[in-house]
């Protein structure tokens, strides 16, 4: 993979983390809207408590929704912020690491996607396993699943 591939590869990727955490944004308002309309259609009932414990859950869970929205907010800020169009020769924010079968992206907790045919792992920089790869280069050994892992690569 030649150096600019290699650019347009990690760009590719941070515009994947960024649809992913723009569904889940859309989903956590969806979500809240829902919780607020099902708070505000409890009608009151002769059984007088029933009423309000129906408004309460549906408070509860619409502040469980903005509680998500807002950490989704901040994982599209954080990600927004990465740079990807330099090339590194050591693990930091907007490294991509290959290893034999598989591929680490330091940019955004997102878990495991498969692109373009790689198991590719979008790792938070906070992440525990971020902070294991701090420091290392290509050619250098870490243990992820209980395997010893080979960096092949790292952009």
Do not use: C
């Not at 941070?14 to 992913?20: E, F, N, S, V, Y």
């Amino acid at each position: 993979m030649t150096d600019p591939e290699k650019i347009q590869f990690k760009n590719r990727l941070k515009q994947i983390g960024l649809d992913l955490i723009g569904e889940r944004i859309k989903a956590a308002k969806a979500a809240i809207e829902q919780a607020q309309q099902a708070a505000n259609q409890e009608e009151k009932s002769s059984a007088g408590d029933k009423y309000e414990t129906g408004r309460a859950m549906g408070h509860l869970q619409k502040d469980m929704h903005a509680r998500q929205l807002s950490e989704q907010e901040k994982e599209w800020a954080t990600l927004l912020s990465v740079p990807v169009d330099a090339l590194y020769r050591d693990v930091r924010a907007g490294v991509f690491i290959r290893s034999e079968e598989i591929g680490f992206f330091m940019a955004a907790g997102l878990g495991r996607q498969t692109i373009d045919g790689i198991s590719v792992f979008f790792l938070s920089p906070q992440a525990p396993l971020a902070k294991i790869l701090e420091g290392k280069k290509a050619g250098d050994h870490f243990s992820f699943n209980g395997k010893d892992r080979h960096i092949t690569d790292l952009y």
